[in-house]
Each structure stands twice: as C-alpha cells, then as structure tokens.
C-alpha cells in the first residue's frame, strides 16, 4: 500500500476520510498525499462543498490544491437536487482523477446527493481507481451506514448515535469525526453494536485514513485513528435495552493507532509501520516463490 499517483484501472481507489480540522496552511500533509495519488501536475481534482453552506469552502479548496500542484482543481456549486442532473457536473466528474468532498453537515450532502447522478458517479470513478477523499460529513457519508448525529461525552447507550444510509464506497465500516476533540468513543461503540460486523473508525482531526484498494489503511496526520472491531462480542445487551441506557459490550477490541500504523480490514489487524512493512516483504517473497 505505497502511497503513489494513480490512473483509473480495474483497482478500486483510495477511499480517504479525514477527522476535520485538517492543516489547510503550513504542511498539508494530508492534502498533499491525496494530490500525489490523483495524478499531481497532471491531476483533475472535482471539489464538492454540498455539506457547507459557506460560499469561500469551495475556492478554498481550489487555493490549497492549486498551491500543491495539481493540474486542475474545479469545484461543483450543487446546492440542490437538482443540480445533481446537471451533465456539466457529471463530465467533470468523468474526468476526474481525484474527488473530494467538504466537511458541514453530512445529513445536508446524503439528502442532497442520495441516489443522484452524482452520487453514482463517485462511486463509479472510485470503483475504476480514482481516489475519494472527504472530511467530516464528507468522511461520515463514504461508508455504507452513516453517522447522522448524535451525542458527544456520552457513555454507550441506546439512542446516543443516530445513522443513515451513506454513499457506500465501503460496506466494512462506520466512520465518525473529530474523534479524540469531541469524544465521541461511546456513540461510535454504539453503533458499532447494532451491527458487529461493522469495523468502528474514529478519525481524529488533521488524521486521515488512507484506505487502498488491499482494504489496509495507513494513518497519515497529527492524530490517531480509533479502530472498534465488535466481531468477538461475548456478550451484548444492546438488543433489549431501554431508550437512554447504557449497554453492556463485552469482548471489544480497540486500537488506537498514530501516523504510519496499518490495519487490514480484511483480517481485522493492526500493524505498527515497520511490522506491517515485514509482513508485505513476506507476503511478497511468498507470491515470488510460487
């Protein structure tokens, strides 16, 4: 999983969610990765701000890619529903080689965005190799059971977490934002419950993970990312708790992990930088051997 620019190929590309609150000024660390991997100079990169209803969000994002390098930086005004059907939008989307979705309000970009054109086009472009990266709301609606909202400083309880359907790039996660800054540990332990086979990510701000196309994920930032594997659950009493109380999880796994760990969603383990390295070397001198 060597972070490199790609072109569109039968490969699925990187799905990138950042916790918010990434470095937009001094060393873009993150941005910069995700330019390198649509293309650098050569990169087309679509901007969607749906989620803020900020006028400057888009032209932001066009200054810090543009200072980065890439070749094309455009953005999409949709503000409506409508807009989605726009065929200028879905040509740029076409020729993208990269794509990136704001933070604000994730309910705003799945109401706005669920079941379009658009939509269909991020997934297609992801599902041929070109990277999609999103940051808060735009982190939360990559996976296929979204964050909606919820309560923060709370312990696992019933009706701490409320989720929607998201735009599906994965099925093997639930992702929210602003992780370690809001603590929101119990609501993501929550919505891991419903459905254990779910793997939780808590991304903090200015940290991302880089997903590739192996389904192993680097943590690229200043933060770390929170994985929450409820697989092995011996016991939960999820099932027939009341309305606001606490629940019982027993047999979680939790890592937490800084810049340079790996998990592998697949086999749902975690690597620190140079043990996952060892393992490739292996993996690969076995595949040679053969």
Request: proline share 5%; aromatic share 6%.
């Amino acid at each position: 999983m060597c972070p490199a620019p790609v072109v569109p190929t039968a490969d699925r590309g990187f799905i990138i969610p950042i916790g918010g609150g990434e470095d937009r000024v001094k060393e873009m660390q993150i941005h910069r990765r995700f330019v390198e991997l649509a293309g650098g100079e050569n990169a087309d990169i679509v901007v969607i701000p749906t989620a803020s209803q900020l006028e400057e969000t888009g032209p932001d994002y066009y200054r810090i890619f543009s200072d980065l390098g890439a070749g094309n930086v455009e953005f999409l005004p949709i503000s409506r529903r409508v807009d989605c059907e726009n065929p200028e939008f879905s040509e740029m989307l076409d020729r993208a080689t990269g794509i990136f979705m704001t933070g604000g309000n994730q309910l705003r970009l799945s109401t706005i965005l669920g079941g379009t054109l658009v939509a269909q086009k991020i997934r297609r472009q992801n599902a041929i190799g070109v990277p999609v990266a999103g940051t808060s709301a735009g982190a939360s609606i990559m996976s296929e059971h979204m964050v909606a909202g919820g309560d923060s400083n709370s312990a696992p309880a019933v009706g701490n977490v409320s989720l929607a359907p998201g735009m599906g790039l994965t099925n093997a996660v639930i992702i929210d934002q602003h992780f370690t800054q809001r603590n929101r540990l119990g609501r993501l332990l929550t919505g891991t419950s419903y459905n254990p086979f779910l793997i939780g990510l808590g991304i903090d701000e200015d940290t991302a993970a880089f997903i590739g196309p192996d389904n192993v994920f680097e943590v690229v930032g200043s933060g770390t990312v929170t994985t929450v594997d409820a697989s092995h659950l011996t016991h939960s009493s999820m099932w027939d708790a009341r309305e606001g109380e606490a629940i019982s999880l027993l047999g979680l796994r939790i890592d937490v992990m800084g810049e340079g760990c790996r998990y592998d969603l697949t086999n749902r383990q975690a690597y620190a930088p140079d043990d996952h390295a060892s393992f490739c070397s292996l993996a690969a001198a076995e595949i040679k051997v053969d």
